[in-house]
């Protein structure tokens, strides 16, 4: 059906990587976006990470890793922490990996905000950015970081997980309910902000 294509290419992005000033990589706890962001930093894609994230508002903690327990298992304070550990077991060196632990109301559109404060303290000015996410996060990840970063180009590298894929989400009921889900969300966090997106 053409409504399940139109909704699979606006909620999935995946773009190739290029030369960029920096990787993002939002909140969460799922290590993969963590690791693919360190295979690109390895190979040169960019000098560095900003992983960012305290816990969930819903949780008040960081309950640890939903999956490979087997290496990334233990307690972490935050998610910024878990996704530092990620990194530095991938090999990125730890001098590259960039700070930002605080949480708010808007989830991801906080992570970006957040990043914006970190970066403009810092001094650098981001032109190109790459983002690591879950593939079913990535449109919302795209619109909230274009909001705190606007004339930055981004490009979408994100990792499958959960077994919710673009060739599949519309096959089960979790897959439905959780693009559906970011579908929803993108319309609430960015129905009062769209005239900042016009030309």
Request: aromatic share 12%; charged share 25%; proline share 5%.
């Amino acid at each position: 059906m053409d409504i399940i294509k139109d909704i699979s290419n606006f909620i999935f992005i995946n773009n190739e990587p290029e030369n960029a000033d920096i990787i993002f990589i939002p909140g969460g706890s799922f290590p993969e976006p963590s690791e693919r962001a360190a295979a690109l930093w390895h190979n040169g894609f960019a000098p560095y990470i900003l992983p960012s994230g305290k816990y969930s508002i819903k949780t008040g903690v960081f309950t640890g890793t939903k999956t490979k327990k087997e290496l990334y298992g233990g307690d972490f304070d935050t998610e910024w922490d878990f996704m530092k550990y990620v990194l530095m077991k991938s090999g990125v060196d730890e001098k590259v990996i960039l700070e930002e632990k605080n949480a708010g109301e808007r989830g991801t559109v906080d992570n970006a905000f957040n990043s914006r404060t970190v970066t403009d303290s810092l001094g650098l000015t981001i032109k190109k950015a790459i983002i690591c996410c879950k593939s079913f996060h990535a449109r919302r990840c795209q619109m909230s970081y274009s909001w705190a970063y606007p004339g930055t180009e981004f490009l979408i590298c994100p990792v499958d997980n959960r077994d919710i894929r673009k060739d599949n989400w519309f096959n089960d009921d979790s897959g439905i309910q959780t693009v559906m889900s970011e579908l929803q969300k993108c319309g609430q966090y960015f129905k009062d902000v769209i005239p900042t997106f016009l030309p």
